[in-house]
């Protein structure tokens, strides 16, 4: 069983920062891609930014140029960096994984349980 456990949420004024843990565990041979979706109330979840294990990141627009998101393929964790951070960026944001329980399986697909992120005054 694989389980992802995220920290870092909180509230935070409008142009403030915050960041994003997550770490994957449980009996994993490899992590394809790692990333960060949302989910505001009312919308249906969407992508936020991914990153693979050789470093390859993609953004959802909205978020280009103050959202960062790593991983460390040793520790199996993702991070998001998000500065600069808005009203619009309130959501849920959930961790996911997709990963490989041994070499030449499926790749399954993993959730963290989400961390709020107020953005407010």
């Known amino acids: 069983q694989v389980q992802l456990v995220e920290s870092g949420g909180g509230l935070v004024q409008p142009g403030g920062s915050l960041k994003l843990s997550c770490v994957a565990s449980?009996?994993?041979?490899?992590?394809?891609?790692m990333g960060w979706y949302r989910q505001a109330p009312g919308k249906q979840r969407e992508l936020v930014a991914t990153?693979?294990?050789?470093?390859?990141?993609n953004y959802q627009d909205s978020v280009k140029d103050r959202f960062t998101i790593s991983g460390d393929n040793a520790k199996n964790a993702v991070y998001l960096q998000m500065n600069s951070l808005k009203p619009e960026d309130t959501a849920v944001y959930y961790c996911?994984?997709?990963?490989?329980?041994?070499?030449?399986?499926?790749?399954?697909?993993?959730w963290g349980q989400g961390t709020q992120v107020t953005v407010s005054s």
């Open positions: 996911n994984a997709e990963v490989k329980l041994r070499v030449n399986g499926p790749t399954y697909r993993y």
């Open positions: 449980g009996s994993i041979f490899s992590i394809v891609p």
């Open positions: 990153v693979t294990s050789g470093g390859n990141e």
